[in-house]
């Protein structure tokens, strides 16, 4: 892009006056507004209205006028939207969906090695050999086997050729989880998908190129510091995260911390200090350089170089993108004799960053990085440093700052606050900064010269994280260190923003605590729970399994917990739990497991361990079994909601699929039933036993709508208004069936299912049956669904 390469001169060519420079806060922020603005479309309009907003808003932004931040706008949308349409387009055409190909390429980025997988992205070669659709394309592939000496050389910068089976991006949608399709688009990932006969990969060629120093280096130092705390190590001083694990990672959220473990703009500050002053003690030695170069000019360079070397040395994450472009338009102002407020330096790095990449605020790091900057420097622009109480002081307000600003985006985007991270922070941020990451960058330093050399600073790291790490899991595994909050409405982080703003302005300010009534859109949102004789279902996107949370006025039941694989996706974490926690969910009252298959019980232990159930029902002989045995005739009620289980009877013996329990909800505005796998067998069973109290408005459709399941006269008794069906997108049981979809339909009733609607809430109340759709109540323009021209009814789509 030509303004990329003309940022330096157009900086320095401008004046300041009445005109806003190209690269100033006021412009900068239009363009952030246009490009945020674009990605909250619902769908892209076509590309000449791009082509012509771009060509407006080039002309407005150039030329030298007032309307420099309105061009700047639209530049930012048509540019953006551009970028996701190129990115979109490259994605596996749906007609190539579930093919298998045999593809050369590299492995990019280091690979997750697991018992029974490894997850790797693999970059297709460009060139006339590999198919159109994927020529130079990224993919995102699993490499499932037992034994993992199959997959030992499987490393970043190997090439090989695999045999893999492709589809396009597609996630689950579900409140308070993250979004799968939303990463993949930032991401440019084309497809995901996995390696069917890992027999026949082949290596081209062994492991070469950055990456794969990278992960070598890694493994020196997890060789050479046998010691728990080296993957701390590891993660700080090269951005290898892979060692890792779920507790490691909850501790570090609960303390406020994982801004320290995604390498840090400061350590690439330190970096770039290093090799400024290594270049500037070489013109000390030999002053005749100069000669050729000025001293501060080869500094600078050094600066520059030491900057986004480690950036590309830890995988150009965007908190280290951003510190290495602001240190290069520092260093290119001094080279050009110009004084810059840091205001403008932050303005034209995320100016340039957005330039580069303007789909990079799709990620929480973008928003972080920069906002906490921001909000440092329009609160502390005259803190007093002098003398080590005003360096105190000012360390501490800066804390402050960053904990009060970052707070709503925080909740916004991960749906939780650490309440003890400010406290963690005083500590961790100096001492890991200065101590703990220095040691290890000296010991990369050593190490890269010479083989074994960086292990005293490498043992000296661990020793010196371990002196703090102690204190830093005590306060995480505080029970009030982390606070869950629910899935807010759009307007709670403006209103949260503002309050933080307000917060901060100078003392003497009248009414500035009138500002907390401002957080509570966002602290407590309303969570429409139903009121006493209503129910509401939650039919949670688990795939290939099923996952319904019911809800009265004051009590919760959780009806199965998901799918998980042993070693692998496991929708207790991924999904059940974030949509607990976005659904506002404080605890269970009971958990139900229809039987003992893992696409049902698979996530419970994960489920359990956030949301402790005093009681369980499970059918007797279950693989997964309960508190108590789920047996029909049971009955209880809860807040004017009666529940009562149908089957499996007592004394029956366990069979599997044909042993679900059966749960039925009544209340006084309509009813609904659960009905696990059962099958035409116990169908037809409860037809003939109990077929008036399986009338019901809500039904979510046995065995995910399996061929052996829906009998006739079994549809008929039940008579839905609604039926809800749980799959996986694309699965290999192409469930539903359409016969028994058709069915369903012909009764009257509407089919909706997760794989096509994300997750469904279902109220049954005062006002009669009402239904939301995940997908289709928060529309985004990556959505994989409707961009398969997929219709969210199922009858519908059979032309009901």
């Not at 490009?35 to 771009?54: E, I, K, M, N, R």
């Not at 307000?502 to 139903?530: K, M």
């Not at 809500?698 to 069906?725: C, E, K, N, Q």
């Amino acid at each position: 892009m030509n303004p990329i390469a003309s940022t330096p001169l157009a900086v320095a060519r401008l004046r300041r006056g009445n005109v806003p420079t190209l690269f100033g806060p006021a412009c900068v922020a239009s363009m952030l507004a246009g490009v945020g603005s674009c990605l909250l479309l619902p769908a892209l309009p076509p590309h000449w209205l791009w082509l012509l907003l771009l060509a407006a808003g080039l002309v407005a932004t150039l030329w030298r006028t007032p309307l420099r931040p309105i061009g700047a706008l639209l530049f930012g949308m048509a540019f953006a939207g551009l970028q996701a349409a190129s990115a979109l387009d490259a994605q596996l055409p749906p007609a190539l969906q579930r093919h298998a190909f045999a593809l050369r390429g590299r492995v990019h980025d280091l690979p997750v090695s697991e018992p029974g997988r490894t997850r790797f992205e693999f970059r297709v070669d460009d060139d006339d050999r590999q198919p159109e659709a994927l020529r130079g394309k990224t993919l995102r592939l699993g490499w499932y086997d037992d034994d993992p000496r199959a997959r030992a050389g499987l490393r970043a910068g190997s090439r090989w050729e695999l045999p893999v089976r492709l589809r396009a991006p597609r996630g689950l949608r579900n409140p308070g989880a993250s979004d799968a399709e939303r990463f993949a688009l930032a991401a440019r990932i084309a497809a995901t998908g996995y390696v069917i006969k890992p027999a026949q990969a082949k290596r081209l060629v062994d492991a070469a190129g950055l990456d794969a120093w990278r992960e070598r280096m890694s493994a020196r130092i997890g060789t050479t510091v046998d010691d728990p705390s080296s993957r701390y190590v590891r993660a700080l001083t090269l951005g290898d995260t892979r060692f890792l694990d779920q507790q490691d990672w909850t501790r570090l959220r609960a303390a406020g911390l994982t801004h320290l473990i995604a390498i840090s703009g400061f350590h690439v500050g330190l970096v770039a200090g290093f090799c400024a002053l290594l270049i500037a003690a070489s013109w000390w030695l030999w002053p005749s350089l100069c000669r050729w170069l000025p001293r501060q000019f080869a500094a600078g360079a050094g600066a520059i170089l030491g900057a986004f070397g480690y950036a590309l040395v830890t995988g150009m994450a965007v908190p280290t993108l951003r510190t290495a472009v602001m240190i290069a338009a520092v260093v290119a102002t001094r080279w050009l004799r110009r004084r810059q407020r840091l205001a403008d330096t932050l303005a034209m790095g995320c100016g340039v960053l957005l330039l580069m990449d303007p789909l990079s605020v799709l990620g929480a790091g973008f928003w972080l990085s920069f906002a906490g900057v921001a909000w440092l420097l329009w609160c502390l622009p005259d803190a007093d440093s002098t003398g080590w109480r005003g360096q105190l002081r000012g360390f501490l307000a800066a804390q402050a700052v960053a904990s009060l600003g970052l707070l709503p985006l925080g909740v916004v985007l991960f749906g939780q606050a650490s309440i003890a991270g400010p406290l963690a922070n005083l500590a961790a941020v100096p001492w890991w900064s200065l101590v703990v990451v220095p040691l290890g960058l000296l010991g990369v330093l050593a190490d890269a010269v010479h083989a074994g050399w960086g292990s005293g600073f490498w043992h000296a790291s661990a020793w010196c994280f371990d002196l703090l790490w102690p204190a830093i899991t005590r306060i995480a595994d505080s029970p009030l260190a982390l606070l869950w909050l629910p899935e807010s409405r759009w307007y709670a982080l403006p209103l949260a923003l503002l309050s933080a703003f307000w917060l901060l302005l100078p003392r003497g300010l009248p009414g500035r605590w009138l500002a907390l009534l401002l957080w509570l859109p966002l602290l407590h949102p309303p969570l429409e729970l139903p009121k006493t004789g209503e129910v509401e279902l939650t039919a949670i996107d688990v795939g290939q399994g099923l996952s319904v949370l019911v809800r009265t006025a004051h009590h919760a039941l959780l009806f199965d917990m998901g799918p998980a694989v042993p070693d692998g996706f496991n929708a207790g974490e991924r999904a059940v739990i974030p949509a607990l926690h976005g659904l506002g969910v404080r605890r269970l009252d009971m958990g139900i497991v229809s039987h003992g298959d893992m696409d049902h019980a698979g996530g419970r232990n994960a489920v359990a361990a956030a949301f402790p159930m005093p009681s369980v029902l499970a059918p007797a002989g279950s693989p997964s079994p309960g508190s108590r045995d789920c047996v029909a005739g049971q009955r209880w009620e809860w807040d004017g909601v009666r529940f009562r289980v149908l089957s499996p009877g007592d004394g029956v013996p366990y069979l599997g699929n044909e042993s679900s329990c059966v749960l039925h909800i009544e209340t006084t505005h309509g009813s609904a039933l659960l009905a696990g796998d059962i099958g035409h067998y116990s169908e037809r069973k409860l037809v003939r036993a109990q077929a008036s109290r399986l009338r019901s408005d809500v039904v979510i459709v046995p065995h995910h709508g399996s061929a052996g399941s829906s009998d006739p006269a079994f549809v008929t008794a039940v008579g839905a208004r609604l039926a809800v069906v749980s799959t996986g997108a694309d699965n290999r049981f192409r469930h539903p069936r359409q016969p028994v979809v058709q069915r369903w339909c012909d009764a009257g009733a509407e089919v909706l299912d997760t794989s096509r609607s994300g997750a469904l809430r279902v109220w049954i109340g005062h006002g009669g049956l009402r239904v939301r759709e995940r997908r289709s109540d928060q529309p985004r323009l990556w959505d994989a669904v409707r961009r398969r021209g997929q219709a969210a009814g199922l009858c519908y789509a059979l032309g009901h």
